[in-house]
């Protein structure tokens, strides 16, 4: 898949327009194809990016009331529907604009499917970090789901790593109310990570949250409370079974010197204990010794 020439294209394609929606421009720009109605506009029901600041919404629409907006919004021509768009880029812009009050917005018109118009709207939100860590992983999913891409496919589209596009799809295998807390930034990357391969995720997410603590003590917690079930499986289980020549050799040991006895094989050498119940047993053990 990675040797697809098409694929290797796009990821110029993708930067040649991330370049143009970066470059500035005022409102009547020649870059811009077109002012189009922004009641033609719709939102892209595949973008990624799910949750928008209010606040940070009215802070740029007092901007593009006073400087009009000055990148674009990049969009698709709706199939079998005359003068509709949909945004592929640029959705803050366009709900700002719409807070403004503009009735025209300018667009830069391109003939993209839905493949290309999803990567589009993960490279520029992830570019501009706009994407929470949820958001990202889904759009991530997204692409491995619905257009068979690997990780290598992924982490050379969006600039990233390999590491780090699955660390962040693992993020989607946490619980819900662990997702929600990422979200809602009570949790970082760094914490949800921690919490991916322990028993109790939500449990131990509720202390890293009600205790403030840091992704390194996060880490701590996390590797304590994984390493805790195998000791405790491993008590559980007990001494391996004794092949039947050690067992012999134990009982024979034991009816001679009155005592239990216990050998342990370990490699090419061992232990044997000697389990006494009174200080007079003891005593006959050492006398043995010193006559042997």
């Known amino acids: 898949m990675t040797d697809d020439p098409s694929r290797r294209r796009l990821g110029r394609g993708l930067a040649a327009l991330i370049g143009e929606m970066d470059k500035p421009t005022p409102v009547a720009a020649a870059s811009a194809d077109r002012q189009v109605p922004i009641e033609f506009i719709t939102r892209n029901p595949r973008n990624p990016r799910r949750s928008f600041s209010e606040s940070e919404l009215v802070d740029l629409s007092q901007s593009i009331r006073t400087h009009g907006i000055v990148q674009p919004i990049i969009v698709r021509r709706k199939p079998d529907t005359a003068d509709a768009y949909e945004i592929v880029a640029g959705e803050r812009r366009w709900r700002a604009a719409q807070i403004a009050g503009l009735t025209l917005v300018p667009v830069i018109i391109r003939d993209i499917d839905d493949r290309v118009a999803l990567e589009i709207a993960i490279v520029e939100n992830v570019q501009r970090s706009d994407l929470n860590s949820i958001e990202e992983a889904t759009g991530y999913q997204q692409l491995v789901d619905e257009h068979s891409y690997t ?62 603590l840091s992704v390194r003590q996060a880490e701590q917690m996390a590797q304590s409370a994984s390493e805790r079930p195998r000791l405790e499986t491993k008590s559980m289980k007990g ?54």
């Open 151 to 212: 990780q290598l496919d992924l982490a050379g589209i969006i600039g990233k790593s390999r590491s780090h596009v699955a660390n962040t799809l693992r993020l989607l295998k946490l619980p819900e109310k662990v997702r929600d807390m990422l979200i809602s930034n009570q949790l970082s990357a760094g914490h949800a990570r921690a919490l991916i391969a322990v028993d109790d995720p939500l449990g131990l997410a509720q202390k890293i949250v009600s205790g403030g």
């Open 239 to 292: 001494p391996a079974p004794k092949d039947v020549d050690t067992s012999a050799l134990e009982r024979l040991i034991s009816d001679e010197l009155g005592m239990k006895i216990g050998i342990n094989h370990l490699g090419g050498g061992g232990t044997m204990t000697i389990r006494y119940t009174n200080l007079e047993q003891l005593d006959e053990v050492c006398r043995r010794l010193k006559r042997g």
